[in-house]
């Protein structure tokens, strides 16, 4: 009976020994397609993702570069526009058609005040438009860089002539006191008006008033009236070869 039990329990023990064999086998079995399958599909998955950094990558060094070659040419844009806004500058005020301030002398000249007796000639006590004329290019040769005429902008086009008791500047008509503002170096400008036999020391010997004062700033407006070239035109540049 003993023996019966013992071959029955050696059968039940050899059929779970089995099952758990084959248990065994089809988890193993499992498991090993399991892994099989998830490493490629792992691989593949970071090889995407490495491929989509480095496009990003490349996509933002491309746009490094655009934003580099867009700055350097808005700094270069920026610098002919500062250049040419300078020259633009420079020869507005060359031409006088942009008002200045600086330092320099203001010149006053009026008529003699002195009652005109018989016989005198009374062009002697008159401010003329040669006098002002006169002492406009010696303000010039001092060095002026800017010069008005009771505010009137003189310009490489102005003109200083009589126009009966009065005179004509830029074609307006401008009577005494006659203001001349310069600006330049104000001690050039007044060394160079009150030199020894100059212009304003023979208006003082015919009796004109004409008295000069430095001062720190003047302000000369702009010409005011229109240019326009006609005729003039502006020759063309060819460059000579070396």
């Given amino acids: 009976m003993l023996l019966l039990r013992s071959k029955g329990a050696q059968i039940s023990i050899a059929i779970v020994c089995m099952v758990l064999g084959i248990m065994l086998a089809i988890q193993f079995k499992t498991t090993e397609s399991y892994q099989a399958n998830l490493v490629p599909a792992r691989v593949e998955d970071l090889t995407q993702q490495v491929q989509s950094v480095s496009e990003e990558r490349d996509a933002l060094v491309e746009e490094v570069l655009s934003l ?17 806004q300078a020259d633009l500058q420079d020869a507005n005020m060359s031409a006088g058609l942009m008002a200045v301030e600086g330092p320099g002398v203001i010149i006053t000249v009026n ?37 008005s005429i009771n505010g009137e902008r003189i310009t490489a086009k102005s003109e200083i002539r009589c126009a009966g008791t009065l005179i004509l500047v830029n074609w307006n008509r401008i009577g005494p006191p006659f203001v001349i503002k310069a600006i330049g170096n104000p001690d050039m400008l007044e060394s160079g008006m009150l030199i020894k036999n ?21 302000t000369i407006p702009a010409y005011s009236g229109s240019v326009k070239f006609t005729f003039a035109q502006p020759v063309k540049y060819e460059e000579k070869a070396e």
């Fill in 68 to 84: 580099r070659e867009k700055l350097k040419n808005v700094r270069e844009t920026d610098q002919a526009m500062a250049d040419l």
């Fill in 111 to 147: 008529d003699n005040p002195r009652e005109i007796q018989p016989g005198d000639n009374p062009n002697f006590s008159l401010v003329h438009d040669s006098d002002l004329l006169m002492l406009v290019n010696e303000l010039k040769t001092s060095g002026a860089e800017a010069i």
């Fill in 198 to 218: 100059g212009y304003m020391e023979s208006l003082k010997v015919l009796g004109i008033q004409a008295t000069i004062e430095k001062a720190e700033k003047i």
